[in-house]
């Protein structure tokens, strides 16, 4: 059983950066895949980037590719979202999510991962 929990969310202007932290329980942090996820209000849950156990494979979505960062440290377990030039339409509730598969490959499917965090808002103003 992995829990997790998001901290870094706040305001901040557009051109802004923030990073995010996700910090696992769990003897097994890296045996996971990772994933960070985000809700505007009114939208469906969607996926912004993912990273394999090791951290040598990443995937982002188009819209933050160049901007966003996600990275891991499996002695903190903890994974992270390093997100500069913010846009107002980053603005949402930001969640993590571990994956288990059998070789931790990370994936864009929401429907894949087992657990989540219970999240962090980001508001970038305009």
């Known amino acids: 059983q992995v829990q997790l929990v998001e901290s870094g969310g706040g305001l901040v202007q557009a051109g802004g950066s923030l990073r995010l932290s996700c910090a696992a329980s769990?003897?097994?942090?890296?045996?996971?895949?990772m994933g960070w996820f985000r809700q505007a209000p009114g939208k469906e849950r969607e996926f912004v980037a993912a990273?394999?156990?090791?951290?040598?494979?990443?995937y982002y979505a188009d819209s933050v590719k160049g901007r966003f960062t996600i990275s891991r440290d499996n002695a903190k377990n903890t994974v992270y979202l390093q997100m500069n030039s913010l846009k107002p339409e980053d603005t949402a509730i930001y969640y993590c999510a571990a994956r288990w598969s059998v070789t931790s490959a990370p994936s864009r499917d929401l429907d894949e991962y087992d657990h989540w965090g219970q999240g962090t808002q980001v508001t970038v103003s305009s």
């Open positions: 769990g003897r097994t942090f890296s045996s996971y895949a």
């Open positions: 990273i394999n156990w090791s951290g040598g494979r990443t």
